[in-house]
């Protein structure tokens, strides 16, 4: 099983290859500006997409996908967003799925940030987003990275993960959580989660910021491919 994970496009997608794998996961931002148009296109595309499951989630700039949002200025009164998601695309929003035995929740919700689409004050307001998250998850599809990681680090040096979900990742203990948002943070970073005695090993999650774009919008960031195989030994702190 050979999984792929890829995030925020921007509109892009029609010069982004993605490798051959079982599944395909996008962490949102898809669009530049949320319209409908923009959305659509993107899409068109991840459905003509030959892997056999297509995941994906919003992201801070997709406000088709929010239709209380005040900037989302194209959907229409009644109208349902997730309508125009094509059959074989699996658009996940505080949800989760079974694939193939592997458990994935998906969110579209960060850290509020001058009120772009899908922005949570920290503290509660995000965290019961989180709550959510099944103690038995194997990935968690998120939009922007949690705390505690140089994954989140934007170019000025800021740190702006979410402490919120680090939390509840420590508590869950997942083999992946993949996200995107911050583009210059574009890598991985294996965690180590350690309960009790900490001379024990502890299960290891492994954190993958996969943006395509860089801070320019420039793509030039490749898709992140993982054999699933190896990553159950990573977890377990076994020698791949």
């Known amino acids: 099983m050979r999984i792929v994970f890829f995030s925020d496009p921007h ?16 962490c949102g931002d898809i669009s530049m500006s949320g319209t ?29 996908f929010e239709p209380s949002h005040p900037r989302n200025r194209t959907l229409l009164p009644g109208e349902n967003p997730r309508a125009l998601v094509p059959d074989n695309i699996i658009y996940l929003e505080d949800d ?5 035995g592997i458990k994935i929740f998906g969110s579209p919700w960060t850290p509020w940030f001058h009120s772009w689409a899908f922005n949570a004050q920290r503290g509660d307001e995000i965290k019961k987003h989180w709550d959510l998250i ?31 979900l680090s939390n509840r990742i420590a508590e869950v203990k997942p083999k992946i959580c993949n996200f995107g948002h911050i583009h210059e943070a574009y890598g991985i970073d294996d965690k ?43 977890h377990e702190n076994k020698k791949v």
């Open 36 to 64: 409908k148009t923009q959305v659509k296109s993107f899409l068109d595309w991840y459905s003509s997409q030959p892997h056999k499951y297509k995941i994906m989630i919003a992201g801070n700039h997709d406000f088709w």
């Open 11 to 26: 509109g892009q997608h029609d010069i982004l290859n993605l490798p051959e794998a079982d599944i395909a996961i996008c």
């Open 96 to 100: 989760t799925i079974v694939i193939e």
């Open 192 to 234: 180590e989660i350690i309960f009790g005695n900490p001379e024990n090993p502890g299960k290891i999650t492994r954190l993958i910021n996969c943006s395509v774009l860089n801070l320019q919008y420039e793509l030039v960031n490749a898709p992140f491919l993982v054999d699933w195989d190896e990553i159950c030994k990573l």
């Open 134 to 164: 099944e103690s038995d998850t194997d990935i968690i599809v998120v939009h922007g990275p949690p705390s505690g990681t140089h994954l989140e680090r934007c170019r000025g040096g800021d740190m702006v993960g979410c402490m919120e």
